[in-house]
């Protein structure tokens, strides 16, 4: 069965580009260009999520938030705004908002923010969003890393790998670990991928670092962690 979400937003491209995107992941999508008719949409309670575009003509998207909440409704709300400030997240956020996307926003990461709601809604279970090892820190929904304070710049390919290894500190990942979970692939192409992105993800992650966290256990694989 499919999850069904509303998506309250005037400007017609966005609202397009959403839709679309969200279409194709298997959501279905029913749309409202304006807050009043948004908010009548949503008052009936069977949307699994909400994509709430702040300013909107009618009726603000802040004021359709309160009504939602003051009628009890809970269902869980993600803001898309061009206001970005810490006092208007903060300001979205305590109005009763379950997520704060800044505009312009990558559709990847306000698919990500949306099943992130679904998954705590259907479960309960708080959802993990943050990785860390030592100093160095993964956001997976802004997906940006630092270390040491100091923000790392990771090609796509290699922030999934490191991902990959934060999931495992401590643990020992073979190759074919890799091949499965970061390439998705179920054979050893016979090349030197690997081997190329641990040195690159090694050289940013580890130089002119007090330690290095990224280590080769010969014949083995890698693990990533604070002792050799």
């Known amino acids: 069965m499919s999850r069904k979400l509303l998506i309250i937003e005037d400007d017609e491209a966005t609202a397009s580009y959403i839709a679309r995107g969200l279409g194709e992941e298997g959501f279905a999508i029913d749309r409202a260009s304006n807050g009043r008719d948004g908010l009548f949409l949503a008052t ?15 009726m603000d998207g ?12 809970e269902t869980p709300v993600i803001i898309l705004s061009a206001l970005g400030t810490p006092d208007d997240r903060v300001a979205g956020l305590t109005a009763g908002a379950d997520d704060y996307l800044i505009k312009p926003f990558a559709f990847a990461e306000l698919l990500a923010r949306v099943h992130l709601l679904m998954r705590k ?7 993990v969003t943050t990785l860390a090892c030592e100093d160095l820190e993964m956001d997976l929904l802004s997906r940006k890393v630092r270390r040491g304070g100091k923000s790392v710049e990771l090609q796509p390919r290699e922030f999934r790998l490191l991902e990959y290894l934060l ?22 192409p016979g090349t030197n991928v690997i081997d190329v992105h641990i040195s690159r993800l090694r050289r940013k992650l580890d130089e002119g670092a007090e330690r290095p966290l990224l280590h080769t256990v010969r014949g083995a694989g890698y693990r990533l962690g604070a002792t050799a």
Not at 64 to 73: K, S
Not at 172 to 186: A, F, I, K, N, S
């Open 44 to 58: 009936d309670g069977a949307y699994d999520a909400i994509v709430l575009d702040r300013m909107l003509p009618a």
């Open 62 to 73: 802040m004021a359709v938030l309160a009504a939602l909440r003051a009628a009890g409704i």
């Open 121 to 127: 809604r259907g479960s309960g279970v708080q959802v």
């Open 167 to 188: 999931r495992h500190v401590d643990e020992v990942v073979t190759r074919t670990m890799l091949l499965e979970g970061v390439w998705d692939y179920h054979f050893d």
